[in-house]
């Protein structure tokens, strides 16, 4: 009632008023009026009152200004009709206004015939629609529009040079940028705060930080958005401490300072001090956004922090900024990371309703989808695979759209898992509903296919992708080295880095010195350390040192490996000394495996490997009385061996086995047959190896402790439930022992069947009696 009076009275007012102003006026109040926004109406009804002793022709820009707090695009076109039925819209400024709130609402179609209509454009007019151009990402267009303004004689001003130099930045047109800030200089055109800032960040982003600090140097008034950008570019070239001393320097710092700098310390991996700055952020009381907690929360994700992580969860709730998809999606990552999974899953049923799902034309759109990739990733992260599928096929058989991230997020989930007819039904399923093959997803798909013993697909994803960069290169070398082919690993990293426009990085020289590792090539995993090092100057990080490790200690160089350690002061680094116990329990070098594994208890009192690996070299040596000592003191400590775990996937399904695993439906058929075919592989030569039993039994008994791993399970489960043709594939999640491995080769020969074993460390072709793996893993 009370809105029907207030539109009555308006329009009685508007009617008293029309001698004094044209019909443009009035159009635009009963626009505001049928858009029911009553406090913009009484402000409106104000604002005419005070114009009346005034011009009103200078006001018409002002009063289009309320319009533009409507956030109504119907509106919009409704005022532009009545503009042009008043004859108003020949008025540049008029004009002008209009093309910049269809800019605003980002119609730059109705921008565009609006622009070609107008009689007399000035430089505001070419500049709402360059910018327009470039703020939807539509930069080439931005770029031709200004090259029309060029030609028409209409000389830009700092707005519209803005927009370009963000237009030639998004699609590294860099020679165009450097000329135009060239003609800058050349017509003595003056820098202001923004235009200035603007240069320095198409500089930046070109990854021209010469040219950036160059300008930044010379310039007498910097502000704290210079700042900012400077600092995120000494960050992008790694020059940490530049940055650090830059942000030191500020004496006002905002909250994209603080942003920009604990991002960059994370991304360079120096969480530690990300951490510390957080701290000190929140100690002179900084003013966090929504961008300040997604990044505190990655920060606390990527240490594992429970507590901290719980505490900022529960000031987010008291925020109610729990509703941002980013946030509640760092909040889920948190709570993955830290082995919590159904505290995140907790987190991601509590997405509003009205973001679960929508339906336009038909098609269930899932609108939270950085969520739900998150949840997927959670539950891969924690052993559950099951769960991240089910909820992907509950996706698509809703009809929920799934975007690349969700696809190159489950291929993982399957390359991690083995599951290869999972891998290539999503292969299939990204062919069929038209996603377009992006560099990201083939790495993703080619990583899938070597990690689930697939190799030839692989390459054939690798060879029909004609884009590759260093992501792309180094899965298919990993995905040669984590097969065993060594030297075809070599041979594709020599073509990589004779391509100029690729450079390897450091995931890259793992999966290279990881290929010579298991293909026992020292000498040239010698000279590719050397390389990275002295000509691509990238640093030795942990897994680069552990490769080099296991490089020597396959080869049997286990004094080489003292040397290594201690020339390279690498003795506080866990995953080394493991690699060198590996070693030493392969070489069968018992008194050089005990003073290493004193080493690592010393380091990691709580990890079971070195335990294992000690009983076990014990045990081996026919020392039981050491072994059982060593396996007290495990329990003692209240250690535990992680269980070796077998998996094999048949017909959309995984069935797991653990060694004498009796739970499965056809645990009869499956011990039924191992007991019978290990009788007939003792005819052609197989015996057990009875050296890897580790407790002092009886023969009769140390066979039985071997005859039910779980490999051998999930082996015969394949044979019995497949055709003589089709390759088994079993994933494990422990190394193969010794005894398993001379099974799977005895059996690949006497029924002449392909098997394919990946365990933690390769993966094992056996074929005809003859593993891939030349008995050196």
Partial sequence: MQCTLLRSKF??????????????????????????????????IQRFHASLSSNHHDKQPQLLGFIDNLKDERTLQNLHGRVIKSGSIVDLNVGNYVLSLYAKFKDLGSAQKLFDEMSERNVRTWTVLVSGFARIGLFRVGLDYYARMLGEGVCPNGFTLSSVFKCCSSIGLVHNGKAIHGWILKNGIDLDAVLRNSIIDFYVKSKEFDYANKLFEFTDDVDTVSCNIMISANIQSGDVKSSLALFRRLTTKDVATWNTVISGMMKNGFERTALELLYEMVKEQ????????????????SLSILELGSQLHARLIRLRLCDNEYIRSSLIDVYS??????????VFKQIPPRKQSSNINGEKLMSDTVSLSSMISGYSQNGRFKEALEMFCHMVSEGIGVDKYILTTIVSVCADYGLLSFGEQIHGLVHKIGHKFDIVFCSSLVDMYSKCGCLENALIVFDKTTTRNTILWTAIINGNAFHGFGREAVRLFQLMIDDDDIQPNEVTFVAVLTACSHAGLVDEGRNYFTVMKEKYNINPGIEHFTCMVDLFGRAGYLDEIKNFIYENNLSHISSVWRAFLSSCRLHKNYDLGKWVSEKLLQLEPLDAEPYVLLSNMCATSNRWEESAKVRSLMQKKGVRKHPGQSWIQLNNQVHSFVIGDRSHPQEADIYSYLD????????????????????????EQQEMFLRYHSEKLAVVYGIINTNSVTPIRVMKNLRVCTDCHNFLKFTSQLLGREIIVRDIRRFHYFKNGVCSCGDYW
């Fill in 286 to 301: 900084a003013c966090f956004n929504e961008f300040t907690y997604t990044i505190a929360l990655t920060l606390v994700s």
């Fill in 11 to 44: 329009f009685n007012c508007i009617v008293a008023l029309n001698h004094c102003f044209n019909p443009f006026n009035a159009v635009i109040c009963s626009a505001v009026v049928n858009s029911t926004q009553i406090e913009i109406t009484r402000k409106l």
């Fill in 676 to 699: 019978n075919l290990i009788g007939r592989l003792k005819e052609i030569g197989y015996s057990t190896t009875l050296e890897q039993v580790t407790q002092d039994v009886e023969e």
């Fill in 337 to 346: 990371k830290c082995g919590l999974i159904d505290k995140a899953s907790i």
